[in-house]
Structures are given as structure tokens and as C-alpha cells.
Nanobody, 127 residues
């Protein structure tokens, strides 16, 4: 059974940084893709970043490109999201998600592509 547990969310001032972690447990994740999404109040869940575990290939939303970095630690089966130059618009609950069939080349920006989700961690950026 796949379990994803996020941590690292906090209150931070604009321009600051945070590192979010997603601890993954269950089967081997080598063939999975891992994604980060976020959802602000009254808005739809939106794609932030994604990494294929086997190759390390990454994808980013345009709104975070150059500011956020997704990475993984194979030994710890943990995925990270480094958030730099934070803006108030980045405030949201951030969710980690796992796609067990990335080779199907489904739309990685769509939440429905991911079978497993964590409970989320709150990021609040004050101006």
C-alpha cells in the first residue's frame, strides 16, 4: 500500500524559502513519477512540478519555473520541493502525488493522472 506523507510547510515572508518533503512508503517507486500540486482556497488543484524517479526527468509549471526545484533521494524514497523567492500567490496547501504508470504518457499536469495522494502541507507567504 502506497503512503505519502508531506512535511515542511510553514509561514514565511515574501522572498523567503522553504523545503517541502514527501516521504513515500510502499512498493518500489523506481518506475513511478512523483508530482507536487497545490490548492488555494476557492481554486482548483494545480500542477506545480513532477519528477520521474528512474530518470530524474523534471517538469515545472511556468509560474514556478526558475524558483522551485523538485528532487528525489533514492535512499530515503523521499521527494523534495525547494521553494525559493516565494510570493504571496504561492500560498496554498501543497500535495504530493504518485503516478504508477508514467510510461502511459498521460497528461502529467492533470490531478487525475495520479493514483496516490498525501494529506497536504500548508504554505503561507506573507507580504
Amino acid at each position: 500500500q502506497v503512503q505519502l506523507v508531506e512535511s515542511g510547510g510553514n509561514l514565511v515572508q515574501a522572498g523567503g524559502s522553504l523545503r517541502l518533503s514527501c516521504a513515500a512508503s510502499g512498493p518500489t517507486f523506481y518506475n513511478y513519477a512523483m508530482g507536487w500540486f497545490r490548492q488555494a482556497p476557492g481554486k482548483e488543484r494545480e500542477f506545480v512540478a513532477r519528477i520521474r524517479w528512474s530518470t530524474g526527468t523534471t517538469n515545472y509549471a511556468d509560474s514556478v519555473k526558475g524558483r522551485f526545484t523538485i528532487s528525489r533521494d533514492n535512499g530515503k524514497t523521499t521527494v523534495y520541493l525547494q521553494l525559493n523567492s516565494l510570493e504571496p500567490e504561492d500560498s496554498a496547501v501543497y500535495y504530493c502525488a504518485a503516478d504508477r504508470t508514467p510510461y502511459l504518457n498521460q497528461n502529467y499536469r492533470a490531478p487525475g493522472t495520479y493514483e496516490y495522494w498525501g494529506q497536504g502541507t500548508q504554505v503561507t507567504v506573507s507580504s
